[in-house]
T-cell receptor, first 115, second 116 residues
Framework: DQQVKQNSPSLSVQEGRISILNCDYT??????FLWYKKYPAEGPTFLIS?????DKNEDGRFTVFLNKSAKHLSLHIVPSQPGDSAVYFC??????????????FGKGTKLSVKP | DTGVSQDPRHKITKRGQNVTFRCDPI?????LYWYRQTLGQGPEFLTY????????KSRLLSDRFSAERPKGSFSTLEIQRTEQGDSAMYLC??????????????FGSGTRLTVV
């Protein structure tokens, strides 16, 4: 059973508008949540993370929101740019603090930003 | 710092052959991870090392797979008697132990394996 779910395989947004990518999880023991961006033929690139003790983290155009009661997080990109077009993966970190430490990924959402 | 390097970038092999991939992590990172990604899926965890010690293996890592990290530097992932189902992108990542949540893992560009 998938512990991290990205239910939208794709999203199309106009340049300059907001992109909102969603992620749901099932395991309340996750310590950190991370977003990665992936271009074709490249490895995933880390974008932004949020600790389970926070509800918001911001870095430039990227903001991640965490709703622990709903086991839901979202990545907001404002304003969206054509260079943001990529596959975005939500990931959860299990056992932070020296125990397991492996990332559990969702299936990804392909974002297309149209000029 | 050149990031995480993986070699080769592409590998085509016949079913039943053995293949070996190499990963060179960021030098100050003591944790190294192997992931596998198939089409339409997110990366799936295979195994990880802290320094030279292999601390965890996924159930995806059958006995045909073996990974090593001698001296806690580069790592190799070997697949013996390859099967068509092994065709995937094999990703290596590294991180510092202390703050993987804050800074994430740094991934390499991957090795794409095609078994024919």
């Amino acid at each position: 059973d998938q512990q991290v779910k990205q239910n939208s395989p794709s999203l199309s947004v106009q340049e300059g508008r907001i992109s909102i990518l969603n992620c749901d999880y099932t395991n309340s023991m996750f310590d950190y949540f991370l977003w990665y961006k992936k271009y074709p033929a490249e490895g995933p690139t880390f974008l932004i993370s949020i600790s389970s003790i926070k509800d918001k983290n911001e870095d430039g155009r990227f903001t991640v929101f965490l709703n622990k009661s709903a086991k839901h997080l979202s990545l907001h990109i404002v304003p969206s740019q054509p260079g943001d077009s990529a596959v975005y993966f939500c990931a959860a970190l299990e056992g932070y603090g020296g125990s397991q430490g492996n990332l559990i990924f969702g299936k990804g959402t392909k974002l297309s930003v149209k000029p | 710092d050149t990031g995480v390097s993986q070699d080769p970038r592409h590998k085509i092999t016949k079913r039943g052959q053995n293949v070996t991939f190499r990963c060179d992590p960021i030098s100050e990172h003591n944790r190294l991870y192997w992931y596998r990604q198939t089409l339409g899926q997110g990366p799936e965890f295979l195994t990880y090392f802290q320094n030279e010690a292999q601390l965890e293996k996924s159930r995806l890592l059958s006995d045909r797979f073996s990974a090593e990290r001698p001296k806690g530097s580069f790592s190799t992932l070997e697949i013996q008697r390859t099967e068509q189902g092994d065709s995937a992108m094999y990703l290596c990542a590294s991180s510092r132990t202390e703050d993987p949540g804050d800074y994430g893992y740094t991934f390499g560009s991957g090795t794409r394996l095609t078994v024919v």
